[in-house]
């Protein structure tokens, strides 16, 4: 039987960011991986899609050019091909570092799919390899109802979208998380016709009830929803019916976006002598991902704590650093939450939801972006932030909202959450003019009014001007 200092299964993400850990302290370490190696945000998520939806909006702005006095765009077409092929250029450069880490690794990489045999052993290629520790981060995988295998390549999944070289016409979105929400949305400003469907009301995963009035007849303008009844598929005349709420759609496609399953099936977590939940997951505290008292980690998609790719690069740090020879396993903080949709305009969630504050006093207050001043002048005046904070202090606790580049204005949030900035702090930096910022400005100004504390900088006062061009 051979034996290391640690295996780490699955290279994604986590698992790239503990061998990085775990080759601090020793080079004696397996790299395991069973299939692709380039990850699953370069190859098929993050990137890929960002590639996409880039295409998709530089096409759809040609309907706003009449508005600055520039014509003839009604000339221009997308080539869906040359866009497929332009993505995956991107996506073939952003995935090479990632695929040559086992020529890197030599020996030290194993392509195979690995199972547990105990928590000190693991078995690959038919080989039983023990260690003094184990990292399991091997990933996750797109849902797919198992009736619909009958559909065959009609059925795409974000794993196989990327490879097309050309998109049918009619495409169904089924499921309207963020990733349907985001693909649905490029692909109907390619000038495909797409439809929506989701069991749930809810898009993109907006937590705020008002946030996502707000966004829902702004994806409407884009792609027909049909919310709140699960999507059913029926062959019709060589189309696929896609029945659900509201009226049928007749769909030459249809793209699976509800959601990833763990990739645990056979990975042998029975064999560890810990309780499973009917998911087949051990119980595991997010700020060490030790499973028990064992030499065993989770990170990444495995372990559906939060599945980002920032919070899989942290478990993956998490996990190596407690694998080290000492044996502890040092509880770790992790960061304010974050998540951003790139939909247009961008969602974005950043600190506690508001369904989680249900029970702690704040106070809440909104930014119209349709009369912001810069969004106005960008022709994408549109959406609303809301925030909130703690009273009496107002700490910001949390902020939602659905408004041009939400992610710079999420960012920004999450640094005053994470060092617990109140309203009146954030009021005394500066706020550049014309900047989307000062859409931020005008919710934080709503808040000093309901606070009942004033603190922070002799300006934090400082009142708007009462024009839009000034304000």
Known sequence: MTRVDTIIVGAGTAGLSALREVRRHTEDVL????????????????????????????????????????????????????????VRKLRDSFVAGPES??????????????????????????????????????????????PWAEFGERILTTDSLFEQTDLPRRIAVVGMGAIGAEIAQALARLGMTVAGFDAAEGLAGIDDAQVLAAF???????ISLHLGAPAELEAVDGA?????????FMADAVLAAMGRRPNVDDLGLETLGVPLDDDGLPELDPSTLRIGDLPVFLAGDAYPYRALQHEAADEGHIAGRNAAPDGAARSHCRRTPLSIVFASP???????????LQDTQIVSAEADFSRQGRARIKAQAEGVLRIHAALPDGRILGAEMCVPGAEHLAHLLALA????????EMLAMPFYHPALEEGLRGAL???????????????SGCESIGHDALD
Do not use: Y
């Not at 696929?240 to 049928?248: C, N």
């Not at 959450?417 to 009146?424: D, Y």
């Open 31 to 86: 790299l395991i991986n069973d299939g692709h190696w380039g990850t699953t945000c370069a190859a098929n998520g993050c990137m890929p899609s960002k590639a996409l939806i880039e295409a998709a909006n530089a096409f759809h702005r040609r309907h706003a050019m009449e508005s600055f006095g520039i014509r003839g765009t009604d000339a221009l077409r997308a080539d869906i091909p040359a866009v497929l092929a332009h």
């Open 101 to 146: 880490v086992p020529e890197k690794l030599g020996a030290r990489a194993i392509s195979g799919r690995a199972r547990l045999d105990g928590p000190d052993c693991v078995t690959v290629n038919g080989d039983r390899i023990q260690a003094r520790a184990i990292i399991l981060a091997p990933g996750s995988r797109p849902i797919v109802p198992k």
């Open 216 to 222: 829902q007849p702004l994806l409407e303008r884009d």
């Open 240 to 248: 696929i019916r896609v029945t659900g709420a509201g009226a049928p």
């Open 346 to 356: 961008q969602v974005a969630r950043v600190g506690q939801p508001l369904s989680d």
């Open 417 to 424: 959450i994470e060092r617990g900035l109140t309203v009146s």
């Open 445 to 459: 100004r709503q808040l000093q009014k309901d606070l009942p504390v004033e603190a922070g900088s002799d300006l």
